[in-house]
């Protein structure tokens, strides 16, 4: 056999090989053994995803919030459960505790960092000037940095720190969840700057979003499950507060430019996380569309099975059902006797709104099982499989 065919022959089966082990591979990864194993959930946001770090700091959220299915107040701004509560309840781990929230708390399976108010970045108002938290989403990082390392320093004492407190190694299996951005851009708004304005300051709360997930890598997590922001123009805390002229008021009946920079910013967060999966090449990084479903859901209540869509189910008076000065759960004066600010629709399992500001955990649940199965997330996988690249 002469020299040049014995070479084409040589390089005909190195080409077979490589696209044999090509194939493989693509099998291997397609066949990861399946459902993934998150031993813990740490959380960092806002109210969305608040499960007691705000009552715990500022006061409790007190009755009727948590009525439907705690039964009594739980550290939640909604008549019962929040997304991040189908989401640990999916994945087999307890409900997650707030880590400002001492009493009664047990970690051993994570940590929820939100507090109701917060920011991405830091406000430069006072919690009773603005409403919002000084717990901004760099004070979350810094307080998970703290209770990474402390937790494994007490665990090692034994007895009830054993119990308590996540296994060093979950910290680097852990799912690590964030809801947080709406408050940035409420903020604005409510400091009277226009939509520009506004939108002006997204790349700056974005570029401090990226230096906390960066930092979060960098203590060893891999896993990470970032919500974009809601319609928040569809809110009646915004559309009490927020002037806009009537042709600015979209189809549905919400403010317009307010969802526009939402859009504006969820666009931009979409473009950080390919960026981080460029910059984190051992995370995997889903991205999910909270936005879309959330407006869906409002534009067709009554397809979904919902009655009331932009009323506050818990509130007292007003075009919405909200008044700003007193919120669900407060008090006002009626004949001379002080009333409790309760329900005033029947049954929220029939309203989205629960008090102006947050979702019912009937709108809860109908999120959650849209994307639980990775319908509304990029790469589309099911939360179970969000730690497999792809």
Same mark, same amino acid.
């Given at each position: ?24 591979? #693509?099998?291997? /990864? $397609? +066949? ?5 194993? &998150?031993?813990? *959930?740490?959380?960092?946001?806002? %109210? ?71 920011? #991405?970045?830091? /406000? $430069? +108002? ?5 409403? &919002?938290?000084? *717990?901004?989403?760099?004070?979350? %990082? ?249």
């Amino acid at each position: 056999m002469k020299c040049g065919k014995i070479i084409v022959l040589l390089l005909a089966l190195a080409s077979t090989l490589v696209v044999v082990a090509w194939c493989e591979e #693509i099998v291997e /990864q $397609n +066949t990861l053994g399946g459902e993934c194993k &998150f031993p813990a *959930i740490f959380n960092f946001g806002d %109210s969305n995803s608040d499960t007691g770090g705000f009552s715990a700091t500022f006061g409790q959220a007190g009755p009727p919030h948590g009525e439907t299915f705690f039964h009594s107040p739980a550290g939640r701004y909604c008549d019962g459960r929040l997304i991040i509560d189908f989401i640990a309840q999916s994945l087999g781990l307890p409900y997650l505790s707030g880590y400002l929230d001492a009493v009664g708390s047990n970690f051993s399976h994570g940590a929820n960092f939100a507090t109701a108010g917060s920011t #991405i970045r830091p /406000q $430069n +108002t006072t919690l009773h000037q603005s409403g &919002f938290s000084p *717990i901004s989403l760099n004070i979350q %990082s810094y307080e998970f940095n703290d209770f990474q390392r402390r937790s494994q320093t007490f665990r090692q004492k034994g007895n009830v720190f054993k119990d308590l407190l996540p296994k060093g190694e979950y910290f680097s299996k852990a799912l690590y969840t964030f809801d947080i951005g709406q408050n940035d851009l409420t903020a604005g708004y409510f400091l009277n700057m226009s939509s520009d304005q506004v939108k002006a300051n997204i790349p700056d709360v974005l570029g401090q979003f990226t230096t906390v997930v960066k930092d979060i890598y960098e203590k060893g997590g891999r896993y990470f499950w970032i919500h974009n922001t809601g319609p928040f123009g569809c809110l009646p805390y915004v559309m009490d507060r927020v002037a806009v002229k009537s042709s600015e008021i979209d189809k549905v009946g919400c403010t317009g430019p307010c969802n526009k920079v939402a859009q504006v910013f969820n666009q931009k967060l979409k473009e950080v996380v390919v960026h981080l999966r460029k910059k984190l090449p051992h995370a995997a990084i889903t991205y999910v569309d909270i936005y879309s479903l959330k407006y869906d859901l409002i534009s067709h209540a009554r397809k979904y099975g919902f009655e009331q869509s932009l009323r506050a189910c818990c509130g007292h008076g007003g075009k919405y059902n909200y008044n700003q000065h007193v919120s669900c759960g407060g008090k006002v004066t009626v004949k001379g006797k002080q009333i409790l600010v309760g329900k005033a629709c029947k049954d929220p399992s029939l309203a989205i709104n629960w008090d102006g500001v947050h979702y019912t955990e009937a709108a809860n649940k109908w999120v959650f099982d849209r994307i639980v199965d990775g319908s509304y997330s990029d790469p589309p996988i099911p939360l179970k499989m969000a730690c497999h690249k792809i």
